[in-house]
């Protein structure tokens, strides 16, 4: 298991969601997120400072630069041998939550999946 005290916020972030994204999928990463962080401010006006007015071509572009960033990134994450993708119909939220905060223990501790879930709860780093 990987020291977790070394690593900042943002890598703790990062690690947490592509160990979620690894063991419920996107949907199911989504989901579990939304159990836990608060809801604030205005979205429409947000994204629009977020992500601006890209062309398509950017965005693909933006598209190609993360699929390559997070095969690279794959090789860094402990590799799950138990952990299945599940039909997420099946499941209520608290199975999806319960499945997400075994998967962010068994990648970064017990220490780890806590830092990442203080961090949903009080809206970033």
């Known amino acids: ?71 690279e990134s794959l090789d860094t994450l402990p590799k799950f041998t138990s952990i299945k993708i599940v039909d997420l119909r099946q499941l209520m939220s608290t199975q999806i939550k319960q499945l997400g905060i075994d998967a962010l223990t068994k990648a970064l501790g017990v220490d780890g999946m806590t830092r990442f879930l203080r961090q949903l709860e009080i809206g970033g780093d």
């Open 1 to 71: 298991m990987m020291d977790v005290t070394k690593l900042t916020s943002h890598e703790i972030r990062q690690l947490g969601i592509e160990t979620l994204a690894l063991a419920l999928g996107p949907a199911g990463t989504g989901l579990f997120i939304h159990q836990f962080e608060k809801g604030s401010g205005d979205y429409t006006q947000d994204r629009d400072k977020i992500l601006g007015n890209p062309t398509i071509e950017e965005i693909v572009a933006e598209i190609k630069k993360r699929r390559e960033s997070q095969v």
